[in-house]
């Protein structure tokens, strides 16, 4: 079971970033999946979701309108998108990508976690 993010970076306020997570194992094709962050001194929290077909999507109030989830089932590996436009300071956190027992914001849901890519937005 492994999940790995990728395409952290830093990045000006209004720029863009696309993160990545290839999740091999072939439970994850029937998994949700999701993006989760944390900032310093903050907790875990929700930033998007997306059912196993990837046709429905579930985004945190905070991101939506600016961030995209996405996915592509092949064969036995999920590759796993987070598009990130506009972004703010505030959205400066690590990111992980997991896997999720029942699609939703719950981290009570979360099966598997990915090791996490950085984000920082500053000028």
């Known amino acids: 079971v492994q999940l790995v993010e990728s395409g952290g970076g830093l990045v000006q306020p209004g720029g863009s970033l696309r993160l990545s997570c290839t999740a091999s194992?072939?439970?994850?094709?029937?998994?949700?999946m999701g993006w989760f962050r944390q900032a310093p001194g903050s907790s875990r929290e929700f930033v998007a979701a997306?059912?196993?077909?990837?046709?429905?999507?579930?985004?945190a109030d905070s991101v939506k309108g600016r961030f995209t989830i996405s996915r592509n089932n092949i064969r036995n590996t999920v590759y796993l998108y987070l598009q990130m436009n506009n972004l703010k300071p505030e959205d400066t956190a690590l990111y992980y990508c997991?896997?999720?027992?029942?699609?939703?914001?719950?981290?009570?849901?979360?099966?598997?976690w990915g090791q996490g890519t950085q984000v920082t937005v500053s000028s």
């Open positions: 194992a072939r439970t994850f094709r029937t998994s949700a």
């Open positions: 997991a896997s999720q027992y029942t699609f939703g914001p719950s981290l009570a849901d979360v099966g598997s």
């Open positions: 997306i059912n196993s077909g990837g046709v429905s999507t579930y985004y």
